[in-house]
């Protein structure tokens, strides 16, 4: 009977000790899960902050493109005007004869 008890008793000490690891391993891949999503979440300020730099750089090169194609329009303008005066000097000698 104490052999059987004593049985009993180990069984119930082996019984302990793993459920001690189970609960040991819970808490390491517990400890893990929030570190990871810690990471997750720092990783995630990233990108917005990447896709934030990127909204603006866009906005930059469309108001570079925007202002450059001013210039290039004003600078068309200014060359038809010039164009202008030079074909009406030509013409106008021929005119008043």
Excluded: W
């Excluded at 019984?15 to 391993?25: A, D, Y």
């Excluded at 720092?42 to 750089?57: F, G, N, R, S, W």
């Excluded at 038809?80 to 009406?88: A, F, P, T, V």
């Amino acid at each position: 009977m104490c052999k059987a008890l004593n049985v009993a008793v180990q069984k119930c000490i082996n019984l302990c000790f793993v459920h001690l690891l189970c609960v040991e391993e819970l808490e390491k891949a517990e400890n893990e899960r929030r570190q990871l999503a810690e990471q997750v979440k720092k990783l995630m300020a990233e990108v917005e902050d990447v896709k934030t730099a990127a909204a603006i750089q866009e906005v930059g090169k469309e108001d570079e493109i925007a202002r450059a194609r001013r210039q290039h329009e004003e600078e068309l303008a200014s060359i038809q005007q010039i164009m202008e005066g030079n074909l009406y000097q030509l013409i106008t000698p021929c005119v008043v004869v």
